[in-house]
């Protein structure tokens, strides 16, 4: 099984910060990764498809980098309603989540 | 806009099989996509339980497959989630998802269900 992990598993942020997430693979991936965020008791809303490409809707200041093992995922201007759980996830064998970034004041 | 709504029991007792079905409503189930159960365990991590394509081919979890139905139910645009002999690592928050691109390794979850809790205790 390929493993998924997030750093950090939280951290605390300002509105107007600039966030970075970051998720390593256990072995290459290529680009399958993609990232969705998640708030309590609501359904989770995909961000980023393949690592970079931003889903429909979802506002320019989410951005996604990396490929091989090493991905990244972005805030920029961090907004109220930005504070969610973030989970990657690849889709290169099977699909595996990483552990979750949660993003708090 | 696909919406996906789980619905089924909260509280299934141990040995017994846990039984979900997804509504969707903006879209059928008989078009290309495939459709996908995950859950969220009580510690917050997300597992992929399986998948099932518009023409009925599943694709389990290896580590859930022994025990894991997935099917749809064309007539009813719905699909459901069968998971035998349950314990309680088995408690968790139940969603359903719409996987775009299934047949290839570009796939994501790009539609959800507000989730289901279901428990399983005695």
């Known amino acids: 099984d390929i493993q998924m992990t997030q750093s950090p598993s939280s951290l605390s942020a300002s509105v107007g910060d600039r966030v970075t997430i970051t998720c390593r693979a256990s072995?290459?991936?290529?680009?399958?990764l993609n990232w969705y965020q998640h708030k309590p008791g609501k359904a989770p809303t995909l961000l980023i498809y393949?690592?970079?490409t931003l889903q429909s809707g979802v506002p320019s200041r989410f951005s996604g980098s990396g490929s091989g093992t090493d991905f990244t995922l972005t805030i920029s201007n961090l907004q109220v309603e930005d504070f969610a759980t973030y989970y990657c996830?690849?889709?290169?064998?099977?699909?595996?989540f990483g552990q979750g970034t949660r993003v708090e004041i | 806009q696909v919406q996906l709504q789980e619905s089924g029991p909260r509280l299934v007792k141990p040995s017994e099989t846990l039984s979900l079905t997804c509504s969707v409503s903006?879209?059928?189930?008989?078009?290309?996509?495939?459709w996908s159960w995950v859950r969220q365990s009580p510690e917050k991590r997300l597992e992929w339980i399986g998948d099932?394509?518009?023409?009925?081919?599943?694709y389990y979890n290896p580590s859930l497959k022994s025990r894991l139905t997935i099917s749809l139910d064309r007539s009813r645009n719905q699909f459901s989630l069968k998971l035998g002999s349950v314990t309680a690592a088995d408690t968790a928050v139940y969603f359903c998802?719409?996987?775009?691109?299934?047949?290839?390794?570009?796939?994501?979850?790009?539609?959800w269900g507000q989730g289901t809790q279901v428990t399983v205790s005695s």
């Open positions: 072995q290459t991936i290529s680009n399958y």
């Open positions: 998802a719409r996987l775009l691109n299934g047949r290839h390794m570009e796939n994501w979850f790009d539609s």
């Open positions: 099932v394509s518009h023409g009925g081919t599943t």
């Open positions: 393949t690592a970079s």
């Open positions: 996830q690849q889709s290169y064998s099977s699909r595996t």
């Open positions: 903006g879209g059928s189930i008989s078009n290309s996509n495939w």
